[in-house]
């Protein structure tokens, strides 16, 4: 019978039975085994979706493309550090910018150059976006929390302020050993009194700690 060699006999009555929609018509030959499936109407197969990995070294809070995920408060956030946040959050986007994050810190007795919040920021999301989530902020004010009780226990005159010999014992006792030669550079550098008062404050301290 013409039309379908494969197909069952109609017996006279009417057309052959047509294959269902988007088969192989009967008989037709098959692709072959481990072949891609062919659109229906020609079209290319749609290209795989690529996941990019996190960049080495990256922070977890970070994406490769340098955009800060949102974040939520971890459980049992002090109700007043999240009441911080959303009073700097402006804005209602669930981040703080450099300037509501510095103005947020001041609240809590603590006052940041612009250049201390910069390298909070990175340090915590990973990113130069310089923006922060609830998550990452109270990281950063736990973390505040921690280095200035250790800057306190070496400012024993409560002058505000540490000596080399004062930043010396503090790295001491998280681990770093630095010469004294490169102490007093360091204390010259970010002496806010231009080198009279050979000591730092806190917020220069904290430049120290985390790298």
Request: glycine content about 10%; hydrophobic content about 30%.
């Amino acid at each position: 019978m013409a039309g379908y060699p494969n197909a069952p006999p109609n017996y006279g009555y009417g057309t052959p039975p047509q294959p269902p929609y988007g088969q192989q018509p009967y008989g037709a030959p098959s692709a072959p085994y481990g072949a891609p499936p062919q659109d229906p109407y020609g079209a290319a197969p749609a290209p795989p979706v690529v996941a990019y990995p996190p960049a080495p070294g990256g922070s977890p809070y970070g994406n490769p493309f340098g955009a800060l995920m949102p974040s939520q408060f971890p459980p049992g956030t002090d109700p007043s550090l999240v009441a911080c946040f959303q009073l700097a959050d402006q804005d209602k986007s669930g981040f703080i910018d450099d300037k509501e994050l510095q103005k947020a810190l001041s609240t809590y007795d603590q006052s940041f150059s612009m250049r201390t919040v910069h390298l909070l920021m990175y340090l915590f999301t990973g990113t130069n976006t310089r923006k922060i989530g609830p998550k990452e902020f109270t990281q950063v004010f736990y973390s505040l929390q921690n280095w200035r009780g250790i800057f306190e226990r070496f400012d024993r005159d409560r002058s505000g302020k540490i000596d080399a010999n004062e930043l010396r014992e503090a790295l001491l006792s998280l681990g770093f050993s630095i010469s004294p030669a490169v102490l007093d550079l360091l204390v010259s550098k970010f002496d806010k009194s231009g080198g009279k008062n050979k000591a730092i404050e806190y917020d220069n301290f904290i430049e120290y700690v985390p790298g």
